[in-house]
């Protein structure tokens, strides 16, 4: 069993930047690909953005290419969602999960609790 916790997540204005972290346990993380989801209230989960084990191969959905940088350190069983030029329509409930292959849809193994982020206009 993995388990993810995530980090970072606050309120902020248009504009900002914030910083999640995923920090795994109980597994090989780099064994695992990772991907962001968000849900916004009303929403049905999403994807954001997903990371292969190697950090190789990267997906953003559309609306956070060249806003969100997703990255991962395997030596620190981390991986990171780095989100500027934040806007009001980024206010989510932000999650991360692991699955054996990177994949694109919602069927990943194990999912964190999930950390708010909030953007104020």
């Known amino acids: 069993q993995v388990q993810l916790v995530e980090s970072g997540g606050g309120l902020v204005q248009a504009g900002g930047s914030l910083r999640l972290s995923c920090a795994a346990s109980?597994?090989?993380?780099?064994?695992?690909?990772m991907g962001w989801f968000r849900q916004a209230p009303g929403k049905e989960r999403v994807l954001a953005a997903a990371?292969?084990?190697?950090?190789?191969?990267?997906y953003y959905v559309d609306s956070v290419k060249g806003r969100f940088t997703i990255s991962r350190d395997n030596a620190k069983n981390t991986v990171y969602l780095q989100m500027s030029s934040l806007k009001p329509e980024d206010t989510a409930r932000y999650y991360c999960?692991?699955?054996?292959?990177?994949?694109?849809?919602?069927?990943?193994?194990?999912w964190g609790q999930g950390t708010q982020v909030t953007v104020s206009s």
């Open positions: 990371i292969s084990r190697s950090g190789g191969r990267i």
């Open positions: 999960a692991a699955t054996l292959l990177l994949r694109l849809d919602e069927g990943y193994d194990f």
């Open positions: 109980g597994g090989t993380f780099s064994n695992y690909a």
